[in-house]
């Protein structure tokens, strides 16, 4: 099966981030050629036939998110992009910022079009400096082409986009989160509702997708809505990029067809587990999303529904593969770890328990566990998730819950013995360049 | 302290971008923490001051954004990946070696002022780990003899152009 490269259509060697090379890959032609032609309610209508769905974890479908703005509203609509890609095993969205900025920029001004929001910002994780630093050139050519600022090249209406750099939080990934860090406030995330389409950044109807999906809207609406709904899966259409890492050959972002064998994915793209080592673990969509054992994965397809069936999910596309030899409670440790460290502080289940879960999985590590640490750990996962305003609590239980489902022998091993049959830290294949 | 001319002029273009000065405290505190390399607490009076808001909005902002100083760092703050990717492909084989190198722990800055050793959660750089951020600049696939000319070029004040992301292909 040929997988089609919507975003990923350049050369990697070339200098593909410039107005210029966009411009050679017919860029800014569904924004000249087609808009003057469209209605706003016809770019919307086409997302949502496109059935695209948001690529940032959650795969809420984007057009129907689109449609919840409210249609009597007086105040400004606000459009965001949410670039602060911070899922652990996500790289993705990096791509797309530093390598093809200006097919994002397009497509958050026919969103804006579609949505009638006439000031859109790209919020960028202040680490991506790289990043930051080629979308803003980006978008400087794009105002001086005429593309962004007022009455458009090629359309008669106006849009601005406003680089924002943030300064370091995971808990910013969340759309109410990443508003209030706009505002100046610390990243924390709102109670909901009111949704962010009715009452968003500062408290006007606000439309916030992922770097990917709004870079996939120009494709939508240059091919059409229905051209897009045919790749892939009737509920997961189109193509999605993948990040693979951890113990993979050939690690990197991939382009496939919502739909894809994983094994053909693992074995044919990435070439399979360095050192041709035997599957271990994977971990499907971010770290956040339940760890499935190699048994899980020989029949899911790279999509939505295969995946969420096998008891996990697609999240972001980050695919992490663990090779035999690796130490499962030290890699929940480090995940712990991360949770912990990022929980926010506002609710006190997540704020408190992620710091329990760390310490119970760190005491297991060192040999130092006990036989009720198992149950232990299920009964807090069970008190955070749900239990928090923002899915960060439930973000930090799903890996706590199926690494102690699934590798089960393994923390009791570590239990039983008294220390990490591992010796206590990840081993360094020496495949390693 | 204040802000100099092309900061005020920066200032000025950003109040046109956003319909409540309040956004400007994130880009505010970078202007600052670039200059500067941190931010102080004059710094935070300044910014305060600047937009208007009480000081304890803009404090609050500084101290829970793990990307601002509150204090004065190394000249070069390494941040070394430790998150799951990274830990996987050997990163605290990586931390070590550095702390072994420089003599001195995650936290700490030597004591001629010029590096600052700390780990980070996950960069974004997973398909090229394991790695570290230093200043605005990734360095990936990291080994120890790479560490150590890196640090080497640092101490000369060298740092190469920043490429796009070169994934490898392992045996």
Known sequence: MANQNILLNFDRNGANHTLENYLKRKGYSTL???????KPEQVLDEVKKSGIRGRGGAGFPAGIKWSFLPKDSDKPVYLICNGDEGEPGTFKDRVILEENPHMLIEGMILAAYAINAKHCYIYIRGEYGFALQRVQQAVDEAYRAGYLGKKLT???????????????????GDETGLMNSIEGKKGQTRNKPP???????????????????????????DHGGAAYHSIGTEKSSGTKLLSISGHVRKPGVYEVDLGYPFMDFLNKDCGGVIGNRKLKAVIPGGSSTPVLR??????????????????????????????????????????????HHESCGQCTPCREGTGWLHKIVKRIEAGQGKMEDLDLLTSITKHIAFHTICPLGD??????????????????????????????????????? | MEFNETEKKKIAHLRTRYPDSRSLTLPLMWMIQKRKGFVSDEAVALIATELELPKIWVEEVRSWYSMFSEKQTGKYVLEVCNNISCALMG??????HICSVLKIKVGETTADGMFTLKTAECLGSCGTAPMMQVGDRYYELLT????????????????????????????
């Open chain 2, 144 to 171: 120890e003899e790479k560490v150590d000319q890196i640090l080497e070029d640092l101490k000369n004040n060298t740092q190469p152009e920043q490429k796009p992301q070169q994934w490898p292909e392992y045996k």
């Open chain 1, 395 to 433: 973000a930090a239980c799903g890996p706590v819950d199926s690494f102690v489902k699934k590798f089960k022998d393994e923390f009791i091993e570590h239990i039983k013995t008294g220390g990490c049959p591992f010796g206590g830290k990840f081993v360094r294949f020496q495949e390693r360049v």
């Open chain 1, 154 to 172: 090629g359309a008669n209406y106006s849009c601005d986009i406003t680089v924002h750099k943030g300064a370091g939080a995971y808990v910013v």
């Open chain 1, 195 to 221: 949704f962010p389409a009715v009452e968003g950044l500062y408290q006007c109807p606000t439309i916030i997708n992922n770097v990917e999906t709004l870079a996939s809207v120009p494709w939508i609406i």
């Open chain 1, 32 to 38: 000249s050629e087609k808009i003057p032609n469209m």
């Open chain 1, 294 to 339: 190699p048994e899980d994965c020989e029949k899911i397809t790279i999509d939505y529904e295969s995946i969420a069936e096998a008891g996990s999910s697609l999240g972001s596309g980050a695919i992490l593969i663990i090779a035999e030899g690796s130490c499962m409670v030290k890699t929940l440790e480090v995940l712990t770890h991360f949770y």
């Open chain 2, 91 to 96: 990163s605290q084989e990586i931390i070590d």
